[in-house]
C-alpha cells in the first residue's frame, strides 16, 4: 500500500527560503505536498482547507509572525505538529516558543537538521494524539465506574488489605456512618468494625485467599450506635494494586425482627406459664414445655384434643358457656380455672384466652396463657388467716403495752410515795417498818418486771445458752420446796413435794438454773392463781425412761381452753384486759417455753376452770458426762480467817460507792474506793493484804476488764467479783475470759452480795 503524502503548511514571505527547506524535505525521501503562504488571512483559510499534517513557520515576517501562527494553531488544533524556522534565535525566544506550544525549532543556517525534526514531530504527535485518546477512553471508564461507585444507593467502601485503611467511601457509606467523606477516607475500618483488629485480619485473609465473602457484622456510626450489617467483600485492583471492594448492606431491622422472633419462640418455650394455642373448633395444635410439666399430658397427648381433657368437674356448664360466647364474639376472656391434671391433682389457673383473627376478621385460632396460681391462692387464704392472727397479736401487744406501763409505774410509784413519807421525821417507827417493807416489795416486783424483760430480750436476740452442770433430783425439790415455802404458807396454801423419781440414777446432766427458773415461773403463778387448797410440786420419769417430768398441780382458778396455747406467748396472761386482777409482764410462761426449748424439752399444761391446772416440763435425761464448769467458783482460791477483811471497791458512781461502802462497813469489812480502773491497779499496789475486790466493769480512764488483767499479772489468788449494769449473755464469759472469779448485776441486792463474798472470804 502507498504510503500517504503528509501536508506541509509553510509559512515564509522569502520563496526562496521555502523552497530552500523543501529541497531538505525531499532530500531525506519525505513524500509531501506543501502550501505556502505569508499572512494571517492565508494562513487560517490553509489551516481549515489545507488541512495539514504539519506547519513550518518563519519566525518573524513583515506581515505575519510565527508566534501568531501558533497561537492561532493551538486555538484549533493542539495535535498538529508546528516547527519554527527561522535565521536566527536567542535562548530565551526558543524557550517562549516552546512554552507557546511548538514542537521544535530550527535554525536556517543548520537547516539540514529539519527533516529529521519533520519526522520527529510527526511521530511525537500521533503518538500523543493516540495517548490523550487512551486516556480519554480511560478517563470515560473511570468515571462511569466512579460515578457507578459513588452514586451507588448500596454502601460501598474500598478498603486496603494491608493496612486496613478505607481508600474510597461512597456517598452512600458517608451518609451510612454519618461521616463526610475526608473524614471517612482517613480512617481504617477497625474504628467501624467493632470486632477487634486481630479478627478483622483474620476475615481480610479469608477475602484474599477467597475463602469467604459474605460476613455478618456490626458496625459503629459516628453517634455511636451500633448497626447490624452484611457484608460483601471481593479483590480488586486499582493501578496495579490489590483492594478489597465490601458491600454493605444494613440488615439491622431484620436483625432485629429475628432476634424479636427468636426471643418470643423461646419465651413461649421457656415461659413459667402454660401456653395453648387451638384452632378455630376448639382443637389443640401447639402446648408448649411448661404445660407438660404442669398437667403431665404431653404434647402429642394434648394435640388434636380439646382443653376440656383439664375439666375437673368443679364448675358449672354455665361458667364454660359464657367463656365461649365471649370468645367467639371476639373478645378476649379472663378469669380462673379450676383444672384437673393427668393424675387427677386439682390446680387453679388464671387465664387469658384470646380468640385471633385473619386480614377479613374471622377467627381461625384461640390463644391461652394460663399462670398456675394454687400456692397464689393458698397464700392469699393465708394472708387472711395471718392478718387475722395479726390483729389479735396488736391486741395482744397494746395489752402487753398498758400492762408493762401499769407494771412498772405501780412499784415506781410506791417507792417514790414511801421515800417521801419515811423523809418526814414525825413518822411512827411502826409505820416507818411497814413503809420500809412496802418499799421492798415494790422494788421487788420492779425488778422482777426488769428481769423479765430483760431475759426476753436476750431470748429474742438468741444470746442464751445452756451450761450443762450435774444436777440432783432431790436437791432441785428441796431448794424450790424451801424457797416457797414462806410465801405459801402466807397465803393459807399447802405446798407439798412429790418425788417420784428413783435413786438409781440420782442426777442427770442438764442446766440447773434453767431447770429451776422454769419450774419458779410455775410456782410464781400457782401461788398468784391460786386462793385456797393447795400447790403440789411433783418429780418422775417418763415412761420410756428418757426424759425427767417435773410437774407444778395447784388448785387455782384454771385456764379457758381457748388460751392454753396462748398463754405461752410473750406478753400474754390467761387475763388480756385492764381489769386484770393480777400483777405481772405476763413474760414468766414465754421465758419457761423458751428455756424449755434450750434443754431439749418441753412446757405443757391440763387445766380444768375453777379446779385447777397441772404444768408439766419434761427435760431429757442426759447422761453422759459432759465438761462442765467448776460448780463453786473461787474453790481453788485461799481461804482467808482475819476478823477484819479488806475489801477493794471500784466504782465510778457516788450512790452506788456509798451504797456498798455502807453495806460492807456495817458487816465488819474495811472497804477501800477507787474511782477508776486506773486507780483500782494502784491501791491494790499499795494496799497489800486486800482480800477480795469488787470491780465495776464500765468506768473511766480504764475499764473494768483492763484493770482486772492488770492485777491477775501480779496475783493469780486473789478474789475478783465483777459488778455491772449490763445483764446480757456474754458478760460474765467476758468477765471471767478476764480474770474475773464471778458476776453480780446491778441492781446489788445486799444479801446477794454478801452471800456471794462469803463464798470466797
Known sequence: MEEKKIKILFVEDLPHDAEMAQRVIRKENIEFTNKVVDNEEEFRKALSGFNPDIIISDYSMPAFDGMTALKITREQNKYIPFIVLTGSMNEETAVACMKAGANDYVIKEHINRLPFAVKEAIDNSKARKERDLIEKSLRESEEKFRHLFQDHVAIKLIIDPDSGDIAEANNAACAFYGYSKKKLESMNIDQINTLSIEEIKVLIEKVRKMEQNNFELSHQLADGSIRFVETFSSKVKIKGKEYLHSVIHDVTEKKTAQNQLRLLSKSVEQSRVSIIIADKEGNIEYVNPFFTKLTGYSFEEARNNKPSILKSGQQSEEFYREMWNTLLSGKDWTGELLNKKKDGTLYWESAIISPIEDDDGKITHFVGVKEDITERKKMIRDLVDAKEKAEESDKLKSAFLANVSHEIRTPMNGILGFIDLLQDPDTDPGERKMYVNILNESTNRLMDTINDLVEISRIEAGQVSVKESRVVFKDVMEYLHEFFRPEMEKKGLSFSVVN???????????DRYKIEAILSNLLKNA???????????????????????????DTGRGIDEDKKQVIFDRFVQSELELTRTYEGAGLGLSISKAYSELLGGEITVESVIDKGSTFSLSVPLEKNDPEIEN???????????????????????????????????????????????????????????????????????????DATKKIRETDSHIPIIAQTAYAFQGDKAKALEAGCDDYISKPIRKKDLLKMIEKYV
Open 500 to 510: 417420784n423419781c428413783p435413786e438409781e440414777p440420782a442426777d442427770f446432766f442438764s
Open 527 to 553: 401461788v398468784k392463781f391460786t386462793d385456797e387448797g393447795y400447790v403440789e410440786l411433783g418429780c418422775r420419769l417418763s415412761e420410756d425412761k428418757k426424759n425427767v417430768v417435773f410437774t407444778v398441780k
Open 631 to 705: 460448780e463453786l467458783p473461787g474453790s481453788n482460791h485461799d481461804l482467808y480467817t482475819s476478823e477484819k477483811k479488806k475489801i477493794l471497791i471500784a466504782e465510778d458512781d457516788l450512790s452506788s460507792t456509798e451504797y456498798l461502802k455502807k453495806i460492807l462497813s456495817e458487816e465488819n469489812y474495811n472497804v477501800i474506793i477507787a474511782a477508776d480502773g486506773e486507780e483500782a491497779v494502784s491501791l491494790y499496789k499499795k494496799n497489800p493484804g486486800i482480800d477480795i475486790i469488787l470491780m465495776d466493769i464500765k468506768m473511766p480512764v480504764m475499764n473494768g476488764y
